[in-house]
């Protein structure tokens, strides 16, 4: 037998199996070096197309932990870039909402902070009173806006103007005493007495028909100082920051310094200017009988703008976020931007509307000639409500805690529902009433034309004191440093103190008025 071909196949078997070993390492060679060169080039390209195309290939790699940590890494790179681009709070919230914990968390949280905190700051300086600026400075006492918010907050409570504050919602911030108010001293001044008194820092001043701006020792009355006009002065002052700002009908707009009475600056209208002013962030605010509202530089009087009327504007400015509302004799409501002086809106009534607009929880509210009391959306200037009183109004009305207190010249106090406009009691005085009330504490303060002055409790429009002044009175009371001022057309100003009589209330105060007539005729 050959042995040749007894030796072959077998050769041939083994070598066979060689083979399959060398191909089958030569696959295994072939195919990592596939892996290799796929993560290569997808480190190289460094995108997440390169590592999803690796991930495809190759899912079980040992590479793919770290293709997927990058792909993770790109992916969160690339929401960053998307919402730093669109920078707004929405994009930097959705972008956390992905990456809570990512590489770019952190810049996104202070982000989002930032706007939370512009955001507050908007609200606040639309508000624009007290109560927003504080809210703001408890949240945000560290950040960017804090020393405006607190220039703006401390303009607001150092103020002493007409109704209390910008908004003009003729409240006090003092608290009432116990008993029936007595006189405390008396002045006599050159003429009848029309203008509301300011006081700050242990001064009264106060205009007078006599042409004169009067400053009196708060507690004693004596004269400090007197400044003469060219024409009688009721216009209520404000008081900021060492100057006192009043109006003249001389027609001029006065800034007046509040120690000695030297003129600052002097700003001449084409008529007299009976309106009170107000001062916000630096402008003085006011209008005139030529039909004008004006903004002046409360440094220099220099004017920023003028804006024109149906008619003499003898409304007080009030200011809210940014706008400036006034009524005028030409029978409208008008609400102005406050950096411009254009018209926002404006609201006819068909009658003056004299009456100071209170500001307060989005309503502009105020009375007209034809004695009724209106309700506007502050934005929008459209009419929420309407309440028909008796007689001329020309007071302004008082705003707090969801009631509207308003005086008419028939005689009658009402108390209003500030949603609704529904009447919540009313209260008849001796007199007409064309001072405005004034809220203070659990009271509501308001003098008549035969000269008697009323403090009535305002949930129930009950008595709580009545005080005998003598002479009609449309200057409305100022309650401060535990005085009630208040003048008369007898040419005089009082300052009234409250005495600790317990007896009496304990007892029924001494009335003056025929007493409070409840909503639906409940005598009181």
């Known amino acids: 037998m050959d042995t040749r071909k007894m030796l072959w196949p077998r050769l041939w078997g083994k070598g066979a199996w060689l083979l399959v070993l060398v191909c089958l390492a030569a696959l295994a060679v072939g195919g990592c070096g596939g892996e290799g060169k796929a993560w290569k080039k997808a480190r190289s390209e460094d995108t997440l197309a390169s590592y999803e195309a690796f991930l495809s290939r190759f899912p079980e790699s040992g590479h793919a932990s770290e293709a997927r940590e990058r792909m993770a890494a790109l992916q969160e790179e690339a929401d960053w870039l998307k919402a730093s681009q669109e920078d707004t709070r929405a994009a930097y919230e959705a972008f956390l909402a992905a990456h809570p914990e990512g590489a770019f968390a952190e810049k996104a949280k202070t982000r989002v902070r930032e706007f939370v905190e512009q955001e507050a700051w908007a609200s606040a300086r639309a508000r624009g009173t007290a109560e927003a600026y504080e809210e703001f400075l408890s949240n945000f006492g560290q950040g960017p806006f804090a020393g405006e918010a607190r220039l703006r907050l401390a303009e607001l409570k150092e103020q002493k103007l007409f109704r209390g504050d910008p908004a003009r919602r003729g409240v006090s911030g003092a608290s009432p005493g116990i008993g029936t108010p007595k006189v405390a001293w008396t002045f006599r001044a050159g003429g009848p007495v029309a203008s509301s008194p300011a006081v700050c820092e242990g001064r009264v001043f106060f205009g007078c028909h006599d042409g004169s701006l009067y400053a009196l020792d708060a507690a004693s009355g004596q004269l400090r100082w007197k400044f003469s006009t060219g024409g009688p002065v009721v216009s209520s002052p404000a008081v900021l920051g060492g100057t006192v700002f009043f109006g003249s009908h001389d027609g001029s707009m006065y800034a007046v310094d509040a120690a000695e009475g030297k003129m600052r600056w002097r700003f001449q209208c084409d008529g007299p200017v009976a309106s009170s002013p107000v001062v916000m962030e630096g402008v003085v605010f006011f209008g005139s009988h030529d039909r004008r509202v004006y903004a002046a530089d409360a440094e220099t009087g220099a004017v920023r703008w003028k804006a024109e009327t149906a008619g003499c504007v003898l409304s007080s400015p009030a200011v809210s976020g940014g706008r400036v509302f006034v009524g005028s004799k030409g029978g409208c409501l008008y609400a102005l931007d406050r950096r411009t002086g254009e018209t926002v809106w404006k609201f006819p009534v068909g009658s003056a509307v004299d ?170």
Do not use: H
């Open 355 to 524: 009456s100071t607009p209170a500001v307060a929880d989005g309503l502009v509210v105020f009375g007209s000639w034809e004695g009724l009391v209106l309700a506007l959306d502050s934005e929008s200037g459209k009419e929420k409500w309407r309440f028909e009183g008796d007689g001329l109004i020309t007071a302004s009305p008082a705003v707090e805690s969801g009631s509207v207190y308003i005086g008419s010249g028939n005689g009658t106090l009402y108390c209003l529902d500030e949603q609704t406009g529904s009447k919540q009691w009313s209260y008849r005085a001796r007199g007409r009433i064309y001072a405005s009330p004034v809220i203070v504490g659990d009271l509501v303060c308001v003098a008549d034309s035969k000269g008697a002055l009323y403090g009535l409790d305002r949930k129930t429009g009950q008595e709580r004191f009545g005080s005998k002044l003598g002479g009609w009175v449309n200057s409305t009371p100022c309650v401060a440093e535990g005085r009630i001022f208040v003048g008369s057309q007898e040419s005089v100003l009082s300052a009234l103190v409250w005495e600790a009589e317990t007896a009496t209330m304990a007892g029924k105060p001494e009335g003056l008025g025929p007493g409070s007539e409840r909503a639906g005729g409940e005598e009181k």
